[in-house]
């Protein structure tokens, strides 16, 4: 069983040695979270979603894999080569979660697990079961395609998660042995080569910050360095880009090719930088944020514009229903954001966090914590093709009534699951002048500032669905420290009250209302970011959403369910009509209780076009469009009913 009393209490990343950090992360059990919008969410994750992981996991044969790789039991090996990485992930979030709150059960599922794995490690340290199943030993022989480095990064977080959570050291010490085999192996003077799928990277720094050996550090950048030598040939013909091996990653100017590969990398990437300090790879980073911020990034977060090669599309070439935006790709886009946050201090970052986690992250997993969307379309034509993942056999490429339960390519469901159970460790950081608050939701924040005080928050909000964020101080030291509060940039007309008084001469920084005092107890802060339903843009050159508005109300963007319209069926000839007012209301029996937004909204007479595909540009309008109320919802929450007609962007009145 977990020895509780050894841990450290750390979150999955832990930047409060990284000397090119400008924020430190905090201790993941200095937060605490208390009723509100992701309780319900994390509660249905814990209570749900890890046992049905577990029982998925079983089904599909991942932990037969290793049972046949450690010869407790004969077989073939079931699925895709990177099997193995879901269990470490489906594991990762057991760690995060019996930390919080032991359960016997998980517990006990994850004694088995770890047992498992330790029967399936080779005594040269070497885990994978995919290989360990093919025959005579042969590992590293397709670095391409075969994962196992990218399998590997996910067990040296799930065991860093093991031991900062639960001070357990068994799966470290798997991870370890694992680890300094691959040292043996690769290096300057050893085997060059690196991952086609890149994950390993941040996994190793990370075992470096956990473990202090450099020479898990030196394997990181050593693997970032071999990136760009333009020889991989990427799944089927897709070239070297699908891996980012067409440039080398000091060189970057923009986001290319497989969305997860490309995203995962500049996580590690960006790992290293708060390391080395080395400027050159941050220089590289923000150039690729700003191309994906301002050309490749979907309103809901979400990257990847293209099936083929699950990959970053042209700048603006974002079509609503043939996009890809992988829950991977946001779930990587979440995490290298955050440590982009930790390296510059930029609200931007945990602004980009916001954006995919509301609206792409969540998305995913259907409100029953048992069904989970891979590919996350902005727009269903009635439901009449929806891809649910990538290379599917036909069968599978149906119309659904819910989400799929899993994939044969279940990357997406326990990486999901993980990082709802780490939630907490992305609210707030720390630095020399104070506390950062970077996401709102009630929680309790501890932390002691490196002057030396303890600080204790309290902090309660109806966030998403108000905008009403009220922190009270519970302790306080006597020396000032500063408090920044990041202001949304969706956010118009923040006002911020202390005590009871209007604040003014606010002083802003970097996208952070930035108060510095000497904060005494029961001292409250009451900032109000006006959460009013608006309509959105694109650009003029996303051509596909080019006279379109999308709804969206705080961080939530939204969309319409043809289910929830005046007349079913019509969604193609629906238009928006921005004169008039948004209207919200609260929903309690409705999808878990949602905030409906509704607009003045028209059909087209279709009827008008007698069949005709095209006709002259200069023909007379026949008719006049019928106005009708349009009702929108959430698009995280869209197909939990059934899954039909769906789009984010709504055409504007056309006359
Ligand atoms: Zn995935």
Known sequence: MFPHDNSSGLGPVDT??????????????????????????????????????????????????????????KGNYRGYVFQDSDIYKWLEALAWEVGKDPDQELVSMADAAVELIAAAQLPNGYINSFVQTRGSFEPWIDLDDGHELYCAGFLFQAAIAFQRALGDHRLLNIACRFADYICSVFGPDKRHGTCGHPEVEMALVELFRETGEVRYLD?????????????????????????????????????????????????????????????????????????IIETKLYITGGLGARFDGESFGDPYELPSDQCYCETCAGIASFMWNWRMLLASGGGCYADQMERVLYNNILASPALDGRHYFYINPLMLREARYLRLSTDLPPSEIFTPDQRPEWHDCACCPPNVMRLFSSFTHYLATHDAKGIQI??????????????????????????????????????????????????????????????????????????????ERIWQAEDIIELELNIEAMFVASNPRVDATRGCSAIQRGPIIYCLEDRDQEIRGRLLDIEVDKDQPLVTRWDNDQLDGVMVVEAGGRFIDFESWHGRLYQPAYSPVLSIPSPTRLVAIPYYAWGNRVIGGMRVWIPNKSI
């Open 16 to 73: 409060s040695q990284s000397p090119h950090t400008l924020l430190k992360t905090l201790k993941f059990k200095s937060v605490t979270l208390n009723e509100g919008f992701w309780t319900k969410r994390l509660t249905i994750n814990r209570k749900i979603s890890l046992h049905f992981g577990f029982e998925m996991l079983n089904k599909d044969g991942n932990f037969d894999n290793l049972r046949i790789a450690a010869g407790l039991i």
């Open 219 to 291: 394997l990181a950048k050593f693997f970032i360095d071999q990136r760009g030598q333009n020889i991989m040939k990427g799944h089927r013909s897709y070239g070297p880009e699908y891996n980012q091996d067409h440039i080398h990653v000091r060189q970057v100017i923009e986001a290319a090719g497989h969305s997860v590969r490309q995203l995962y990398l500049a996580s590690g990437v960006t790992d290293l930088f708060l390391e080395t300090g080395e400027q050159a790879l941050l220089d590289a980073m923000l150039r690729l944020s700003k191309d």
């Open 438 to 515: 970077h996401h709102f939701a009630p929680a309790d924040i501890e932390c002691d500032l490196t002057m030396g005080q303890r600080v204790k928050l309290n902090m309660i909000t109806d966030y998403p669905w108000h905008g009403q964020i009220r922190l009270r101080i519970a302790e306080s030291g006597n020396s000032p420290w500063g408090l920044s509060i990041r202001i949304p940039e969706w956010s118009q007309y923040p006002t911020i009250s202390i005590n009871g008084k209007v604040a003014s001469d606010l002083r802003h920084e970097k996208g952070y209302l930035y108060l």
